[in-house]
């Protein structure tokens, strides 16, 4: 059912170096190999692989910009994609003979669906509705600020000028679609980190019945996802708290945690 | 003082939860609640309706109450959910579903009611001024 932002990418890799000479690609092919050949820890890589994410800038800029107009400002995008590219630099195998923009575009395309995922809108939502969820963020943002706690839906709606049930409709959209992309298929790869968290998780999980079946469920989820669970769950923090320590909006928290739930549940179908 | 229940009745299925989920956003909103307080009460009652379903006897249907309270310096909802069991037995509060439901909610508790098992969550908060 995901219908994410469009593929077509086989046809970016030509385009956005059509401004390049042969000699920018004579100097991209010895930056990567130079850089292949470096170990792990070479203090010159750091130079390198900077220099080659500023070549291959205008590729993110490129492929961020075919996901306009799906309710995320270019900035964001080219800053999510700039992610992607900075891991295609260092998992880049010069030997294994494939262009280096062959290789980054699904890594950075990967990284700008994971946003639009984590954002919840894998799926096509409504152009209005995705405004709404904009502003709402927003102006959760500026009152949980200027309130120092989180807004109640009749402030929201005086702030920002539109009626309550507007919010409502926002606030539920938001949750049916974060809801809904659980069933979509997930490339994300930022991986479970098995070995740093175990412990806390025994220690959450104390007293509670099934840890057999949970701790591996609780351990291979994301890492962020795992430690939201953690600080809402047993660390008690609100979610506004957690969003401001992780750096994500509280609507963002909200999703994730009924996303990660939603999940867990359909895992656990002897918890009774 | 109480006012009259909203109720909800859905079948045991997963894919009603997001009912559950909207009408308790709409009466925590009513209730003047701050959005992340909200947010955690509809978690709640969307987790205690999950867990209430693995219960649920065959074809039964799950009914949801949402009973808007205010007292005192307080505003709140009360939450009662109930379905005809199939085992004939109230949730164990060691689950894990449970620790998620008591952790949003002021107060969770089960009892069984004839064939029903029922689960109760109650949720305050400080009347904030407009």
């Known amino acids: 059912m995901s219908t994410t932002p469009t593929d077509a990418e086989s046809t970016d890799v ?30 010159r890589r750091r130079a390198l692989r900077d220099q080659l994410v500023t070549m291959h800038l205008p590729l ?27 891991n ?37 939502v409504p152009r209005r509705l995705q405004e709404m969820r904009m502003l709402l963020n927003r102006g959760t943002a500026e009152l949980t600020q200027k309130l120092g706690r989180s807004p109640t839906v ?29 069933d979509g298929s997930s490339d994300d790869d930022d991986g479970p980190s098995m070995a740093a968290s175990l412990g806390k998780i025994d220690l959450a999980l104390e007293g509670v019945d099934n840890r057999e079946t949970l701790r ?15 600080l809402r769950f047993f660390q008690n923090k ?13 609507m963002h928290v909200s999703r994730l945690l009924a996303r990660t739930l939603a999940g867990l549940r359909e895992q656990m179908l002897d918890d009774y | 003082m109480s006012a009259r229940p909203i109720v909800l009745q859905i079948p045991a299925s997963s894919a009603y939860l997001v009912l559950v989920r909207a009408a308790t956003t709409a009466v925590c909103a009513r209730a003047g609640y701050p959005i992340d307080r909200l947010d955690d009460t509809a978690q709640a009652a969307s987790e205690a309706a999950a867990l209430l379903m693995r219960d649920a006897a065959p074809g039964a249907l799950l ?18 959910v109930s379905v005809r069991s199939s085992s004939g037995r109230t949730p164990r509060p060691t ?20 064939e029903n098992v029922e689960l109760h969550l109650r949720s305050r908060q400080e009347v904030i001024a407009q």
Request: zero cysteines.
């Open chain 1, 216 to 230: 591996p469920l609780l351990a291979s989820l994301p890492e962020r996802e795992q430690r939201i669970l953690m």
């Open chain 1, 154 to 182: 009749a402030e929201l709606a005086e702030h920002l000028g539109v009626t309550e049930d507007e919010i409502l409709e926002g606030l539920e959209s938001s949750q049916a679609y974060a809801t809904k992309s659980l």
């Open chain 2, 63 to 80: 009914t949801v109450s949402l009973t808007p309270a205010k007292d005192g310096g307080l505003t709140g909802v009360d939450i009662d």
């Open chain 1, 14 to 43: 030509i385009t956005h170096r059509s401004g390049w000479s042969a000699r920018d690609r004579v100097i991209e092919r010895r930056l990567l190999t130079e850089l292949t050949a470096m170990e792990p820890d070479d203090p």
């Open chain 2, 95 to 114: 689950t894990f579903s449970w620790t998620i439901v008591a952790a949003l909610v002021d107060h969770v508790s089960t009892r069984m009611n004839g």
């Open chain 1, 60 to 86: 993110v800029e490129y492929l961020a910009r075919r996901f306009r107009d799906r309710g995320e400002s270019h900035e964001d995008l080219v800053q999510v994609g700039t992610i992607g590219l900075i």
């Open chain 1, 88 to 124: 295609a630099v260092d998992r880049f195998d010069v030997e294994r003979g494939v262009e280096f923009s062959t290789f980054a575009t699904p890594t950075i395309v990967g990284e700008i669906k994971r946003h639009f995922r984590d954002r919840g809108w894998a799926i096509r």
């Open chain 1, 238 to 250: 609100t979610q506004s708290e957690i969003a401001a320590e992780i750096g994500l909006s509280q």
